[in-house]
């Protein structure tokens, strides 16, 4: 499928979607209030709050009612309608927010978020929106919480967010289901890891990272002996597994998928290095460190390739909603990296950007997202719960 015929069809899918979310909105006679759950205990923190922005900037307030859920670094979470305040890193970091109450999440099926620093501050959301990079967010956590408090929410489910995070069980899993990935090794604390048996394994560079974590948090490519045992440390200062990659030559390319039982897959985008690697600083801090080409200079069989190959991984992880799924491209072999479940929303971030190459605007995005999670919901709730 060219690239024009692919936007025309997933303008016609969203047409009808928008159709028929209007009159679902109208017969609701409400606003739908989403939830938007951000920040969190994780080193990417930073990461998350900028999504969130452009999550709520983005958002069609006519048809939904943000609710602003902000968890500091200590995993406190906060609620208020000071959403600047909110939103701003440092108050979040220090859980100081001006004008706000410390929530909890009540498990009784409602949504209801209720204060516990005020009682007389309730408040109860239709759908949560998790914005929420790396641990206590991304792997599962919060979407056991979401769960069992019966509410629902945006993305994958526990197991697909579980198996995501973690990068040794993913690439495992992907192997099984006959998906090419390249070679690792995986360590844990404590394990004796000798430098001269992993270099015969996988050869110079390789890349050292922890196993739970996103946005290249504690990656490091490694040379020489010297630097393999500064990187095995800082691995391990956020995580107690890590994994050691080999480095491959090649393109790095990576694809959206959106959807839940009949996925969809975005124009594959190309990350054109000019740093070292796509370290954190490439990604979010300078603007120099990477360029992105949308959509990539392939030829159409390779491109549908990849986009067979991301919807192929999504699947088999057991992953809904979204993901982005990283890849290279090394004589004419496509490789999988890995998937991420819950993909950056900032401005420059990939996923947004590769569906609106392919046709879906950011706010028709985000309007599908939480469309597919009530669809979803409403699958759930009638299972059998008794025999």
């Known amino acids: 499928m060219t690239q024009s015929a692919l936007k025309a069809d997933l ?41 969130a922005r452009n999550v709520l900037e983005a958002m069609d307030k006519s048809k939904y009612e943000p609710v602003l859920i902000g968890i500091d670094k200590k995993g406190r979470w906060h609620m208020s309608a000071d959403s600047k305040a909110l939103l701003h890193r440092k108050s979040l970091e220090s859980g100081e ?26 408040i109860s959301v239709d759908v949560v929106f998790p914005i929420l990079h790396g641990p206590f967010g991304e792997d599962g956590t919060v979407q056991g919480l979401l769960k069992l408090a019966n509410v629902p929410f945006v993305g994958a489910g526990v197991l697909g967010s579980a198996v995501g995070m973690d990068k040794d069980v993913m690439k495992r899993l992907l192997r099984d289901a006959g998906i090419p990935i390249g070679k690792f090794l995986t360590f844990k604390t404590g394990d004796k890891i000798d430098f001269k048996k ?23 490519k490694v040379r020489n002996e010297n630097e393999f045992k500064k990187a095995i440390k800082t691995a391990f200062d956020f995580d107690l597994k890590i994994l050691i990659e080999q480095n491959i030559e090649g393109r790095e390319i990576e694809c959206a998928v959106l959807g839940n039982e009949k996925p969809i897959a975005s124009v594959p985008g190309e990350v054109v290095l000019t740093d070292d690697f796509y370290s954190y600083e490439a990604k979010y801090i300078d603007e120099n460190g990477a360029v992105i080409e949308i959509p990539a200079k392939l030829d159409k069989v390779t491109a549908k390739r990849i986009q067979t190959i991301a919807i192929k991984t999504f699947k088999a992880l057991s992953c809904e909603g979204l993901g982005r799924v990283d890849c290279f491209i090394k004589n004419g072999d496509i490789l999988v990296n890995e998937i991420n479940t819950i993909p950056g929303f900032t401005s420059i971030s990939m996923y947004p950007k590769l569906f609106e190459v392919s046709g879906i605007s950011y706010s028709n995005l985000i309007d599908r997202l939480i469309t597919l999670a009530i669809e979803r919901f409403k699958k759930e709730q009638k299972l059998k719960t008794s025999y």
């Open 11 to 51: 303008s016609c899918r969203f047409c009808l979607v928008n159709f028929l979310n209007g009159l679902y909105y109208f017969n609701m006679k409400k606003k739908i209030k989403v939830g938007i759950l951000f920040g969190g205990k994780s080193a990417e923190h930073e990461v998350s709050v900028r999504s």
């Open 97 to 122: 927010v001006s004008n706000s109450d410390s929530v909890a999440l009540v498990n009784e099926g409602s949504g209801k978020l209720t204060g516990y620093t005020n009682l007389q501050n309730e």
């Open 198 to 220: 992993v270099k015969y394994e996988l050869g110079l560079p390789m890349f050292v990272k922890p196993a739970n974590m996103g946005s290249s948090v504690g990656v490091s």
